[in-house]
């Protein structure tokens, strides 16, 4: 692709988003915590208050069937999106957080016991590790810790050591939002199957970037968010395959996941409504759907183009800016955008401010992985994150704040 041609197609998808209207001089790299919003999902939310909305399940009027409809059609597209099987394998729920949650009360419940263990990295989000945390406590289960190497690797002589005859469960990302570096879920699950323990996903950050194909990956469940895909806030996904989903109990009870109620008991509702007590989130799911049609619009090959050549472009720039020191792999392309360094001598929260200063926009912090920080002898760092939307302009611009950082910070100009 010719410089022109890329500028040309820049200028296409960035017009699709909104803000970057309202505000033209934000250079927007903090997608790995949320992204930015296409004007069709935007008009997709408005348009179901327009003309759908109901309440979505319950009412035998038309608007409430329409309302259904749609909720029901979004979840198709997710079905279709992340290649399950059957939409009774999706449930809707608020975030990546909720549907972990989930898993760790239901499925601990329904398969682990007390004195299996159940297995995670040392790179998981406190949402798939604090989750289960409390479930081998409840279980009276042991959780283990596998690590990774100092570059953020794990591999398979690694993986298949860590595992014990007791493994019931393992829980593992697949993209980390601090390392970028991705997981080789497809061989874990395989090796996991074989040592007769189930395999959690943690999809977060890795759906919003790449094809995912649940029954491809095999994994037995996969989580992730709208919002880190160009959704709303407030929608989620939980995969799980319904075998598995069929012997799990209830998460949250109330309305609409029961068949029938008695004083003293209940029937549950069939797959997936058993898992989505209450009233729905219908608008972030119809958000969602149009987010998932956007991303077939734009296509997975331009997708896929446009991120690995923006981090490739910001790995070299990076590389080569003063004091500056990368995290995890040497690869550009093994961190699938998602860029964690430290400064030496320059608090991540300075780093931050005075980026901010610039317009430029990255997150400062331990990234919701205090255990990977640990681990990795810092207590934070700072991160960028890119997303097909972004430019090489927006990476200049963060180069160029971050060379003078030391500076401002009284450090001379060495
Ligand atoms: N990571 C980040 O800036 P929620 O907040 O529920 O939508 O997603 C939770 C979550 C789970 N797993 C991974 C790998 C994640 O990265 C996240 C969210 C954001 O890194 C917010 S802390």
Same mark, same amino acid.
Do not use: C, F, W, Y
């Given at each position: 692709m010719t410089d022109l041609e890329r500028k040309l197609e820049d200028q296409e998808i960035r017009a699709d988003f909104p803000l970057f209207t309202t505000y033209p001089d934000i250079a927007y790299l903090d997608n790995a915590a949320t992204t930015q919003k296409p004007q069709c999902v935007i008009d997709a939310v408005r348009d179901y208050y327009v003309k759908d909305n109901a309440n979505p399940l319950? +009412?035998?009027y038309e608007l409430s069937m329409r309302a259904t409809d749609a909720y029901e059609d979004a979840r198709e597209l997710v079905r279709e999106f992340i290649g399950a099987? %059957?939409?009774? @394998?999706i449930v809707f729920t608020r975030n990546a957080s909720e549907s972990l949650n989930l898993l760790a009360y239901s499925a601990a419940e329904a398969f682990v016991k007390e004195g299996d263990d159940i297995l995670i990295t040392i790179m998981e989000h406190h949402s798939n590790l604090l989750t289960w945390q409390q479930a081998a406590k409840r279980r009276g289960a042991h959780l283990h810790y596998l690590e990774c190497d100092p570059k953020g690797k794990i591999t398979e002589e690694m993986f298949r050591a860590a595992l014990?005859?007791?493994? &019931?469960l393992v829980a593992m990302t697949q993209? %980390?939002?601090?390392?970028?570096v991705k997981n080789d879920v497809k061989t874990f699950a395989k090796i996991a199957h074989e040592n007769g323990a189930l395999f959690v996903c943690d999809g977060a950050q890795s759906v919003p970037h790449m094809p995912v194909n649940v029954r491809d990956l095999d994994v037995d469940f996969l989580a992730c968010s709208g919002h880190k895909m160009l959704a709303p806030m407030g929608i989620g996904v939980l995969y799980g395959k319904r075998e598995l989903f069929e012997q799990m109990p209830p998460f949250l009870f109330g309305? @609409?996941?029961?068949e029938y109620v008695t004083r003293e008991g209940a029937t549950y509702a069939e797959l997936?409504?058993?898992f989505e007590a209450g009233t729905v989130n219908a608008s972030g799911a119809v958000g969602l759907g149009a987010a998932i049609r956007y991303y077939k619009k734009i296509g997975w090959e331009r997708i896929l183009e446009r991120e690995e050549h923006l981090s490739i472009y910001a790995y070299e720039k990076l590389s080569k800016v003063q004091h500056l020191h990368i995290l +995890? %792999?040497?690869?550009? &392309? @093994?961190h699938h955008g998602i860029f964690t360094f430290l400064v030496d001598g320059v608090h991540p929260h300075d780093i931050a401010a005075m980026l901010d200063a610039d317009r430029v926009d990255i997150r400062a912090g331990h990234h919701c992985a205090q255990p990977l920080m640990q681990f990795l002898g810092t207590p934070s760092t700072t991160r960028a994150s890119i997303a097909f939307y972004n430019t090489e302009e927006d990476i200049d611009r963060l180069v160029a704040s971050l060379s003078t950082v030391r500076e401002k910070m009284g450090y001379g100009n060495e």
């Open positions: 319950r +009412g035998l099987a %059957s939409t009774e @394998e014990t005859p007791q493994t &019931k993209v %980390s939002n601090v390392l970028g309305g @609409e996941m029961i997936p409504h058993k +995890g %792999s040497d690869d550009p &392309k @093994e």
